[in-house]
DNA sequence: GGTTGCGTTGACGTCGGCGGCAAGGTTTAG
DNA sequence: CTAAACCTTGCCGCCGACGTCAACGCAACC
């Protein structure tokens, strides 16, 4: 298959393929006229980066991934390189997740502060029995 | 107060200081010698400026703020516009929110299905007694 | 042989909040 | 007089995953 046909069938662009090769995920053949040439297997490769790129993987993290697929594991989980960037994207979303919820929490303050001001001030403005 | 010592009281850098001017946060005076010249309420500006970035606001989102300090109130959180982002950033942040902990749990459920995996086979290859 | 639709490489643009450097002018201290 | 420490404008670099365009080659159909 060339990389059209790859893009299409993976959802993404022709652009995109020729990108993840620079960075060594993906590895077509050549034909004779130089057009890359991709077997089917690429496909599932394409497939588990863009799954990884969504939940917020870099390319570099991925690539244990790809490995792991091309050894011929179903799931590209389950080597030991994964796993650990597994363990370190997770712990990397729990540190996230405590600091997004303080600026939850602050803006939450923050906001209710504002709007208890803003109607102190308007019964100021318009005396104790507006 | 030249842009040196602002800077130095902001805990921030001349170059951050003239970057908020060309967006429109900061504005200085000239001196007849064409430096910048600050009064000291554009260090709370700064302040405000730093404290909004810091939990993930935009410049453009801060523009409200510092107009509302500008207006002469204490906070610049009790304007109309500056309470309209604020609820916009804290609906933002909940669906960040949302979105982190669905990836989180995805991550979680991928790394205890690819250590069961590995265990599984590390059974198989020794044998069940093993 | 002309058009259309594929493919190739290379290089620049995007977004945001700056860092850093160049090449100069100003002020102050010694 | 000179050095040091300020200041000025202007412009390139950075990160990451691509989009987009240029300029070209190849293949197939009419």
């Known amino acids: 298959m060339r990389i059209g046909e790859l893009a299409r069938r993976a959802g993404t662009s022709t652009r995109t393929l020729r ?5 060594g995920l993906v590895r077509p053949g050549r034909s004779a006229n130089g057009y890359r040439v991709y077997d089917e297997a690429e496909l599932r490769v394409v497939h588990e980066i863009r799954s990884l790129l969504a939940i917020g ?10 490995a792991c697929l091309r050894a011929g594991h179903d799931s590209g989980d389950v080597c030991p390189d994964s796993v650990a960037v597994l363990r370190r994207k997770l712990a990397e979303v729990d540190d996230y997740l405590d600091r997004l919820g303080s600026v939850r929490r602050r803006l939450h303050d923050q906001l209710a502060r504002a709007i208890a001001q803003r109607e102190e001030t308007c019964l100021r403005t318009r005396g104790p029995a507006g």
């Open 19 to 23: 990108y993840y090769e620079t960075h």
């Open 57 to 66: 993987f870099g390319l570099d993290d991925i690539r244990p991934f790809v």
